[in-house]
Structure formats: structure tokens, C-alpha cells
């Protein structure tokens, strides 16, 4: 019975995500970046052309488990890395950045970003056995642009999700 009514409950009220965050469905042939993934907040190109940087910011939820932040967007950075592969192949940036925002923190809410060589991202992102983890271990760079940023990767690194990730957490947390 307990069961059945917090179903009724959950169904009903849901997780608490921000309004901003869409669910729908991609298309099937995106036209734009940002049309790559659901969460995809903004897509910044810094200077046109090779040695550019493409920035992806990326909206998390608000987590119930402060761990899950990096777990998730990484799989969404993972998403959008393989969509972007498929879909816009001859974009030449030499770097792709990485943004992870979550909506519920005080201030902008950017927490850290991660940049990575992006001919040798896209030329990995398409095996069956490349994980997030894989992902994050490529990362070259983390900024951490909130102090909250190194709480997240530092309770991200102390969970067993990480063991995969062991490169990204020796790398960052000091």
C-alpha cells in the first residue's frame, strides 16, 4: 500500500527540476548544436576556425546525491560528443569545452568545465566501450568556477562510479 501511494506521490509531483530544462524529444536530424541534447543551456564558439574552442554548457538537476553531478554530466557531455559526431562531423574546433551548470546554486551557477582535444574525443566517442568515465579521464583541463565545483568532482572521485574515472580523480583532487 506504502508503495502504491508514493507512486501516486512521485507520479504526481515529480523530481523537482528547473522549468528551463527540457524533456522533448530530439530531432532526428538536428539542425544546430543545441539542438544535440535537452540540456544543452548554451554553445559559445570563442574564435572561428582550427584552435577554437566550442563551449558547451550543460544544466544539471539539482541532485539528491552530490556525487551524481559529475556522473551525469559527463554522460550528457558523452551524449552530445557522440551526436555532435554523427551530425556535425566537420566542425573543426580544436578544443570542445565542457560547462556544468546546475540551476539551483546561488549565484550563475557554473560550477567547473572540462576541455578536451576534440579530434581525438570524436575519434574515440564512437566505440561500443567508450563510458563517461573514458570521458572524463580524456579531459585535459578542469576549471573549478565555484567553489562548489571541487566539492561535486571531489564526492564524484569518492564514490565507486569513479573507479573507472581513476586518471580524472587523481589528476583533480588534491
Not at 21 to 33: C, G, K, N, W
Not at 74 to 83: E, F, G, M, P, Y
Request: contains cysteine.
Amino acid at each position: 500500500m506504502a508503495s502504491i501511494v508514493l507512486g501516486y506521490a512521485f507520479a504526481c509531483w515529480g523530481p523537482d527540476e528547473p522549468a528551463s530544462i527540457s524533456e522533448a524529444p530530439l530531432p532526428s536530424t538536428p539542425l544546430t548544436i543545441e539542438e544535440l541534447h535537452p540540456r544543452i543551456a548554451s554553445v559559445v564558439e570563442e574564435a572561428a576556425g582550427n584552435g577554437a574552442v566550442l563551449e558547451v554548457t550543460l544544466v544539471q538537476t539539482s541532485p539528491m546525491y552530490p556525487a551524481s553531478v559529475v556522473s551525469e554530466f559527463s554522460r550528457d557531455a558523452l551524449a552530445v560528443a557522440q551526436r555532435m559526431r554523427q551530425f556535425f562531423p566537420h566542425i573543426d574546433n580544436q578544443t570542445l569545452r565542457f560547462v556544468a551548470e546546475v540551476a539551483q546554486e546561488p549565484g550563475d551557477g557554473l560550477l567547473f568545465s572540462i576541455d578536451l582535444d576534440r579530434a581525438r574525443l570524436m575519434s574515440k566517442v564512437g566505440a561500443a566501450d567508450f563510458s563517461f568515465q573514458d570521458l572524463l579521464n580524456q579531459a585535459q583541463a578542469v576549471r573549478f568556477l565555484d567553489p562548489e565545483g571541487r566539492r561535486y568532482v571531489a564526492s564524484f572521485c569518492a564514490d565507486p562510479i569513479a573507479n573507472s574515472a581513476t586518471q580524472f580523480c587523481l589528476r583533480e583532487v588534491h
